[in-house]
């Protein structure tokens, strides 16, 4: 009969032994690409890895062939391109970025990329694309400059304005609003709570400074002044435009759907034909609009003009290509970068792939673009866009500013109140970077 | 007997010589148990000893995720004390605990009893009140906002039947936290049902016959014998209830993002805020260090509170 040669004892002791072995090895740091490109090893230096969050339900199948391309025109490079959720963006990178193997290429709006500037994360590149800077628009090549530095290449701009269900406007019988008199009428006339309509949507979502910002530049004022030194939302202006919005046409008025609904419910409800006016993206249109709710006739209009010194406003911010500080092969990630910055991808990705704005100079629009894409993309050329104040306090500022307008919103603050507290919360923390 | 006797004055001969053998033996007893042990503490210390150190470090230093820190001594304490988000946060937070503690253990304590009375069916209703707590927070938080949706939940559609006007639940600064709060009671109280239910099966069965003996009923028992003798199960579960809802994260981040106005955000949503959305690392740790302090003080007051001497 066969007998173990290893006592129970023994096995108890070897056991433990190799547990601890193992779980020193999990516990031990992993091993950082390093800033060197000589120190990584052959294999890794021709893999460059991308991410980017999305701007299409069909991201990664776009990117594929566009990718493939590069790969077939520069042998030797492979691309891990991963699409990296909106919602995880903060976490991932982080993470990323502290356990030292960060994307070697990556995509970033303007609001996010300050905060990896300051913690050194992103390369300085400016004096490797300084001389792009007459291909792009001039809103485009100033957000990508930051501290004195050019951090990224401007890849897609957004424009955003008031799409209209005309379907609802022409049945009761109101043409689209030219002013904010005419603009709460058609709100309060097109809202009927029992038969689950809405005038507008005031959106009280956590990225409604989409909105908020532009309301602020109808009423002739910014969130911030220019020296990022002090709040400047508070002015006659800005209280004005939060109060004829959010105070008298949403909560006085109760025309706009309420504070309380999800982001899906009110998608549900525009698609359904049951919301007159909503804030949306130029992306949107084709990709939701057109396809989901082929039937409704829809119109554009920006956000309006409110004070003798305000505009006509667009929600407008741009997105850029960036590399990482600690990208183990900064030669391959810059062709790639090179790749993802010609007017081939502004036309493929941008435009065609994402119905989004090209921010090259000699990109002309596509001959099927869409009428409301196009309306709002012509705003941008006559001033109207506002977008992201480059700053790491940019955020802060504009969680603010989304709470207090919920605030407003929602009975609980005047238009003057909140603002007063935007001031007094975001004010301490600036310092003019 | 014989040969007990005999043999005594042989082992405390030895003796001298078992000693150090035995010392030998009792210290790689010791061994194995902290090498078995080791895994499970290297977890701990990586994972909850060294990030707490470093917090307390973090929090009194100005700086972001990654990249430098400047030490500034207390000033994030005194900014955090005069902070009015801050301050909105702690009261919210408060708020939820008072809220909810008492409620969900009152309750615990209601479906424990009656479960624990039933004749048949204990381990299905011990099943279905716990099931809300597997149902993952994000399910649970949109099942959530389709129960109090103002237009179409059925929450304003019982209430209308009494004459309740039409609430925003989450989206009144007024009711947004009771709305939270109803939730975190929905999910959590299974998980008190258990443990009370568990130690209500521990109580001796005589002592509910000697008080019926004794002409003891119904809410009597429950009020002399059954409270009482879960004495150290309610303390656990007065504690841990406070601990869970004074760290109230995920409901907030998932149902409101911390509004309207503030008004749900809780302190640990700020401080993933301001940690990881507002790279402000110094101060979320010195919110993060409040909250612990705040918490370690509670539960050492409710262990004080809830420690039974008594024994049956």
Sequence with gaps: MFRSQVSRRQFLQSSAALMSMAALAACAAPVAP?????????????TVLFWKPPHSAQEADLWKPLLEKF????????????????????????????????????????????KYVNQEQIADITDKISGWKDQYSEAGWTGATYKGSTWGAPFLGVAQGWVLNMTLFNEKGIAA???????????????????????????????????????????????????????????????????????????????????????????????????????????????????????????????????????NASWANIGFMFMAQQSADKDAAFTLLEYLSTDDMQV???????????????????????????????????????????????RDATTSLVQEAQAVLSGAKTAAQALADVEATVGPILDGE | MSVTSTAQPALRAAAPATKPRRAWRKMRESLLCYLFLSPSLI?????????????????????????RHTFVGVENYVKAFAHPIFLQTLINTTQYAVLTVPIVILLALLVAIVIFQLPKMQGFFRGTVYFPLITPVVIAANIWAYIVNRDFGPLNHLLSMV?????????????????????????????????????????????????????????????????????PALGFCFIMATI????????????????????????????????????????????????????????????????SDIEY
């Design chain 2, 163 to 231: 004459g309740v006007p039409r609430i925003d639940w989450l989206g009144d600064p007024v009711w947004a936290i009771p709305a939270i709060v109803m939730m975190e009671i929905w999910r959590g109280f299974g998980f008190y049902v258990i443990i009370l239910f568990a130690a209500l099966q521990s109580i001796p069965k005589e002592l509910y016959e000697a008080a019926r003996i004794d002409g003891a009923k119904g809410l009597r028992i429950i009020w002399s014998i059954t409270i009482p003798l879960l004495r």
């Design chain 1, 71 to 114: 790969q077939t025109e520069n042998a030797g490079i492979t691309v891990e391109h991963q699409v990296v959720p909106w919602a995880s963006v903060d976490e991932q990178f982080t993470a990323a970025f502290a356990g030292g193997s960060p994307p070697d290429i990556f995509y970033l709006p303007d609001e996010w990329y300050p």
């Design chain 2, 244 to 307: 869970f809802n004074f760290q109230l994260f995920d409901a907030v981040y998932v149902l409101t993002k911390g509004g309207p106005a503030w008004k749900t955000a809780t302190v640990s949503w700020y401080v993933y805020q301001q940690a990881f959305q507002a790279d402000n690392v110094g101060f979320a740790s010195t919110m993060g260090v409040v909250l612990l302090v705040i918490i370690l003080t509670l539960s050492l007051m409710q262990m004080r509170f809830f420690r």
């Design chain 1, 348 to 394: 493929e990705y941008v435009q065609k792939g994402v119905d989004l704005l090209p921010l090259k100079k000699d990109i002309a629009g596509l001959p099927d673009i869409d009428p409301i894409v196009e309306e709002m993309v012509s705003w941008l050329g006559e001033g109207y866009g506002v977008g992201t104040q480059i700053s790491i306090r940019w």
């Design chain 2, 43 to 67: 977890v701990i210390l990586g994972f909850s000893i060294v990030p707490l150190v470093w917090s307390i470090y973090y929090s009194f230093t100005k700086g972001g995720m990654l990249g």
């Design chain 1, 177 to 311: 609003p030219t002013n904010w008199e005419e603009f709460r009428a058609a709100a309060q006339a097109l809202t009927d709570t029992a038969a689950g309509t809405y005038g507008v949507v005031a959106d009280a979502g956590p990225t409604n400074w989409t909105t908020m910002v532009p309301l602020l530049a109808a009423g002739g004022t910014k969130l911030l002044s220019d020296d990022l030194l002090t709040v400047t939302a508070n002015t006659e202006g800005g209280v004005a435009a939060f109060e004829t919005l959010l105070e008298n046409i949403a909560w006085n008025d109760q025309s706009s759907t309420p504070v309380g609904f999800t982001a899906d419910q009110i998608r549900s409800l525009a698609l359904d034909g049951k919301i007159g006016m909503i804030w949306q993206e130029t992306s949107t249109i084709k990709a939701v609009w057109r396809t989901e709710a082929p039937d409704l006739e829809l119109a554009t209009i920006p956000m309006l003009q409110l004070a003798d010194n305000g505009t």
């Design chain 1, 34 to 46: 390093g800033t060197s490109g000589d120190a990584a090893p052959a294999a890794a230096a021709e």
